[in-house]
């Protein structure tokens, strides 16, 4: 039995679905009354101990996934990437699981600027500090059914007179397809020798924020003007936004990560699990 937190999520879906056609048992912690096909559920959080506890128990290995993009009043980054993960840790500790794969996320490190960055290194030190025999994995932006990324920037260049660009567009991604990541994730099952590894995720191609939009517009038929946004005004839109309404389309940690680069070495990936990523316009219909 394989156990999954965050299987009602866009990658944990997709997981549940990969190792259920592939014969493998397969238990979801859910807080909600959602059902995976093909997947036992198990009520719980990884905040209720007692809940992973218990759906932690008689499995052979654990896929972590659980995370958030944006803060909300009841959960914090720290709370579900940090105490979430600590949770986890311990639950597969005392209930005698020895293999974690623990989704990170491409940017996570010891000094980055973001929040969301910060605790997503400091649930990867939990798991490097625990004794398990872990993988983690950091993938970069991902699509695919079910993905809430592209759709946003896809429903952002349908709205207003102009197509809006913050800063110069010039940062990099790397956007993965989401059945590349769960090769990754179902293929270290099968190799122990990617215990103790961390690997970075990306796609085929490194693109510009700005070459994403123009993807997206040409593939949507969208002509309109491009306007680049001041980041100094942005910075002040998203605090005060953000102040007013949770549900202000941007954060100040979300602005933060969009003026980063997101890329990286994808040989280890390659070597590793046998994959050539998919191009991002081979799905632009999904």
């Known amino acids: 039995m394989i156990l999954i937190t965050g299987g009602t999520g866009f990658v944990g879906r997709h997981i549940v679905a990969r190792l259920v056609q592939h014969g493998e048992p397969v238990r979801v912690l859910a807080r909600s009354a959602a059902q995976v096909p093909g997947a036992e559920m198990a009520p719980g959080d990884v905040t209720d101990r007692d809940s992973v506890l218990a759906a932690a128990k008689g499995c052979s290995a654990v896929i972590h996934l659980v995370g958030i993009i944006r803060e909300t009043p009841g959960v914090t980054f720290r709370a579900a990437h940090v105490e979430g993960t600590r949770t986890v840790v311990e639950a597969c500790q005392r209930a005698g699981v020895a293999r974690l794969l623990h989704m990170s996320a491409l940017g996570s490190r010891p000094d980055a600027r973001s929040r969301y960055h910060q605790t997503k290194w400091e649930a990867e030190e939990l798991v490097r500090a625990s004794g398990l025999r872990a993988t983690i994995f950091r993938p970069s932006v991902m699509f695919g059914v079910g993905n809430g990324f592209l759709p946003e920037v ?5 709205r207003g007179p102009f197509i809006p660009i913050i800063g110069s567009g010039k940062a990099l991604l790397q956007p993965i397809w989401v059945e ?11 190799r122990p020798e990617t215990a103790d590894h961390a690997y970075d995720l990306g796609g085929a191609e490194r693109i510009t924020f700005e070459e994403l939009v123009d993807i997206l517009a040409d593939a949507d038929g969208i002509r309109k003007p491009k306007l680049h946004l001041p980041v100094t005004a942005m910075r002040v839109a998203a605090r005060i936004g953000t102040g007013i309404s ?3 389309p941007l954060t100040p940690d979300q602005l933060v990560m969009l003026l980063e680069d997101n890329v990286c070495d994808i040989r280890p990936m390659r070597e590793t699990f046998g994959i050539e990523p998919a191009p991002l316009r081979e799905h632009l219909g999904e």
């Open 154 to 158: 896809r429903g952002l260049l349908q």
């Open 180 to 190: 590349d990541t769960v090769s990754c994730f179902v293929g270290a099952l099968a």
């Open 246 to 248: 949770q549900h202000f």
